[in-house]
């Protein structure tokens, strides 16, 4: 018989295989102590949620020769205030902003690659540094990493139970090999993601709709870890209807679609809803400032689908999508490939482009081009849609990653209800997200708060683990 692997207690146990995993790991066996990776996905799939990504953001001081910059603390801080509308725990989001100041340094100690400064849709060059190989670029550097500084990393297992007393983890069980196993270590760094692919979870808070909804990350994010510290005592953090969710094409797979399937068209025409009437304001403000908005509000739609709609004036001046345009040469003709009813579609497009008034356009800027006299008025780059041919996207909410956490402190140590700190466990990335994301986003910061609370999580569970 196989000898078992968990035989012998470790340091410091991890759960999940991401980012935030990762640099907890990493961290925990640079100070020397025995660290085992637990991660519910197989070795192909390994990362989560990190796998998909393309960029972290960072303050800096604009030497970096793979940004634009600079990008001050307190710049950084007014967007995160902005976007969360001041529900943030300040603390910690200071502590976020001023320790993502070392993370380029640090990844590159890690042997973590960037590439120069991108343009492109989302603008973030002064902002956001690119790993050069996207997510999973990363993910290899920091996996073989961790792999030469002697952590274990044990793939296609998933934590099924864990013992906690008092606060105090003792013991993980886990499903290893097809059959149960229990790990013990001295310290637990909690890292196993949100429960956004959890969708009997999400319907508590969205009822049916939620079945409508696309999970744009892995489908090993289940929540499972979450559930079970929050059965154990610990305090929750977060709004559990809260999340990052984007509107992406319709015909995505249900999970895992990643980044290829969003669309950047909303702005450049109208949306419209299942009845063929338009929502919201498609122009109210650039899209980097609202992409992550329409996710929610296609998720309040009949149906939770919406079309977005542009004509041959348009079709070129957004990123490709993955999936070609529904395509036709009246919007009579478009309707019905749509399930749309024409004489409303009809209605609507001519209604619009009545409103519209004379500007000029300028997609860079917020520019002078509006709608006068809607009830839901196109407050930029509103112009008529009047060129064939007319084209269409359908279009889900995808949702990224949730807000409802874990709460920790600025040790990155998992908090109590009550508020006592816990004796040996600590949590990093989206399973503790919600602590600095009371709501919205601002793009990037997933992988900062992984990496600047998994590097904390790391370190402290490695301190507790030698004394
Ligand atoms: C399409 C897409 C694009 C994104 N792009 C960006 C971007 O460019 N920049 C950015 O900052 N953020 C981005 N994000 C958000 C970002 O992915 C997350 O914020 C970040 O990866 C979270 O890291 P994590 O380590 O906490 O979670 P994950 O990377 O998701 O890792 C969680 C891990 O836990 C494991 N796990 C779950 N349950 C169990 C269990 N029971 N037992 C054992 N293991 C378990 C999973 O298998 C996984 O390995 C994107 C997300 C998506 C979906």
């Known amino acids: ?29 640079r100070a020397g102590r025995r660290v085992a990776v637990i991660e519910g996905a197989p070795e192909f799939y390994r990362g989560g949620n990190t796998r998909h990504t ?27 205030y902005r976007v969360t509308g001041g529900q943030t725990d300040p603390a910690l989001a200071e502590l976020t902003i001023a320790r993502s100041r070392e993370l380029l340094g640090w990844m590159d100690e ?87 692919a959890n969708i009997e979870w999400l319907k508590q808070y969205w009822g049916a709709a939620a079945d409508n909804f696309l999970i744009r990350g892995t489908p090993f994010n289940r929540g499972d870890v979450l559930r079970m510290l929050l059965d154990a005592g610990i305090a929750p953090v977060g709004d559990p209807t809260q999340c990052h969710a984007v509107a992406i094409d319709a015909r995505a797979p249900k999970f895992d679609g990643g980044i290829a399937t969003r669309l950047d068209s909303v702005v450049f025409g109208i949306m419209v809803n299942a ?3 338009r929502f919201y304001d498609e122009g109210e403000d650039t899209w980097p400032k609202r992409y992550a908005i329409w996710g929610r509000l296609v998720a309040q739609q009949p149906g939770q689908i919406a079309y977005s ?52 356009f300028d997609h860079t800027v917020l520019d002078d081009c509006r709608t006068e006299g809607l009830v839901i008025p196109k407050s930029h780059w509103a112009r008529r849609i009047e060129k064939p041919p007319f084209y269409a996207y359908p279009l889900r909410p995808g949702i990224t990653f949730t807000y409802l956490g874990v709460r920790v402190n600025e040790e990155s140590r998992i908090l109590l209800e009550g508020g006592k700190p816990s004796g040996n466990m600590f949590a990093a990335g989206e ?4 602590n600095v994301l009371g709501k919205g986003y601002l793009a990037g910061i997933g992988m900062t708060i992984g990496a600047v609370f998994g590097r904390l999580a790391g370190e402290g569970a490695a301190r507790h683990a030698r004394n």
């Open 1 to 29: 018989m196989a000898s078992d692997p968990f035989q012998e207690p470790f340091d410091v146990v991890v759960l999940g295989g991401g980012n935030a995993a990762l640099c907890a790991a990493i961290s925990a066996a």
């Open 54 to 80: 393309r960029n972290l953001r960072c303050s800096h001081d604009g030497t970096a020769p793979t940004m634009t910059g600079p990008y001050e603390q307190a710049e950084f801080l007014d967007d995160l």
């Open 110 to 196: 890690q042997g973590v690659l960037f590439q120069p400064p991108l343009g492109g849709t989302l603008s973030l060059g002064k902002t956001n540094a690119f790993f050069l190989g996207g997510g999973r670029g990363m993910l290899n550097a920091l996996y073989r990493r961790a792999e030469n500084l002697g952590v274990r990393c044990f793939y296609d297992t998933p934590v099924t139970a864990l013992t906690v007393q008092d606060g105090f983890f003792v013991s993980a069980t886990v499903r290893h090999a097809g059959r149960d196993a229990t790990v013990r270590g001295k310290a637990l760094v909690a890292a196993a993601g949100g429960f956004e």
């Open 275 to 277: 009845k063929a009437q």
């Open 309 to 360: 709609i542009v004509d041959s004036q348009s079709i070129r001046l957004f990123m490709p999508s993955i999936f070609p345009a529904i395509q036709a040469n009246s919007i009579a003709e478009l309707a019905p490939k749509l399930s749309l009813d024409p004489a409303a579609l009809e209605k609507t497009v001519a209604d619009f482009n009545a409103a519209v008034r004379p500007g000029t």
């Open 431 to 434: 399973i503790m997200a919600g």
